[in-house]
């Protein structure tokens, strides 16, 4: 698995947990034209500021999830 697929798996985990494109755009700081490109790898060489930025804001969304209780 190469960078970008990896980028577009954690965008597709954050929409999986609820959030838009937009939303995931707005909350890492980039244009709604930028994370619908990253969330389609295709961006040839994104920041490392993007891509630090995305692996935070999945941390938190995921940490923030509780499992369901039985």
């Known amino acids: ?11 597709a985990g ?3 947990h609820g959030l838009s494109i937009t939303e995931i755009g707005r ?10 490109k990253l969330a389609a ?3 040839r060489r994104p920041s490392y500021d993007t891509v630090s930025k995305l692996e ?4 938190i969304v995921v940490k923030s999830v509780k499992p369901a209780s039985r």
């Not at 909350?27 to 619908?36: D, M, P, T």
């Open 1 to 11: 698995m190469n960078d970008l697929d990896r980028l577009a798996g954690m965008i």
């Open 14 to 16: 954050l929409q999986a």
């Open 27 to 36: 909350r890492i700081r980039v244009s709604r034209g930028h994370a619908y």
């Open 41 to 43: 790898g295709d961006v």
């Open 56 to 59: 935070k804001l999945q941390a």
